[in-house]
């Protein structure tokens, strides 16, 4: 299996801009999560799908921050209007209600920086 | 006060050295307690998992839990370069779903000079 895939790696965009960020979880995974990393607030869990239904989005900052999950192989999260402070690494990480560990897949992140 | 507390070092130690790495916490309802390592510009992969208190070894690794104290540990023996990374500490509480959710610190760095 190919990991959990994201893009893109890297976006640079205008404050202001709308960014989408896009995810592919493991195949077979019913759980798929977004992250976000700063040196500040270390990773910070945004919003989490199970089944493709979101159950919590408690973290999610604003109502500028959005995610979808339209099938079990795609999700995105979306930023309208983007802000300099929402400069940050996201990461999309999957995982499967069997087993006992709870362990979570993560992708390589996307770095979000917003001029 | 963050429910996970981990020191963001960095930690600079050389080749062999033995390192410890710790994380404290304040919830008492944490059951599962994990080490991740993050690898510059690399997503977290998870490195040990623990349930409850006591220790665990795997190689050169030991994880260690003392849940009276809420205090958590990874020591890593005859440390080499290619351990240089930042580890994160992650706790979960079973939620009312079944599902854990994950608390993470907010990593320490680790380096390991040759």
């Known amino acids: 299996d190919a990991g959990v895939i994201q893009s893109p790696r890297h976006e640079v965009t205008e404050m202001g801009q709308e960014v989408t960020l896009r995810c592919k979880p493991i195949s077979g995974h019913d759980y798929l999560f977004w992250y976000r990393q700063t040196m500040m607030r270390g990773l910070e869990l945004l919003i989490y799908?199970?089944?493709?239904?979101?159950?919590?989005d408690s973290g999610m900052p604003e109502d500028r921050f959005s995610a979808k999950m339209p099938n079990a192989s795609f999700s995105t999260l979306k930023i309208q209007p983007s802000e300099p402070r929402d400069s940050a690494v996201y990461f999309c990480a999957s995982s499967r209600t069997s087993g006992s560990s709870n362990e979570q897949f993560f992708g390589p992140g996307t770095r979000l920086t917003v001029l | 006060q963050k429910e996970v507390e981990q020191d963001p070092g960095p930690l600079s130690v050389p080749e062999g050295a033995i390192v410890s790495l710790n994380c404290t916490y304040s919830?008492?309802?944490?059951?599962?307690f994990m080490w991740y390592r993050q690898y510059s510009r690399k997503g977290p992969e998870l490195l040990m998992y623990t349930y409850s208190s006591g220790n665990k070894e795997d190689g050169r690794f030991t994880a260690q839990v003392d849940k009276s104290s809420k205090y958590i540990s990874l020591f890593i023996r005859d440390s080499q370069p290619s351990d240089s990374a930042t580890y994160l500490c992650a706790m979960s509480a079973r939620m009312n779903t079944g599902f854990q959710k994950l608390v993470f610190g907010t990593g320490t760095r680790l380096l390991v000079s040759p």
């Open positions: 799908f199970n089944n493709n239904v979101p159950i919590d």
């Open positions: 919830n008492s309802a944490f059951q599962y």
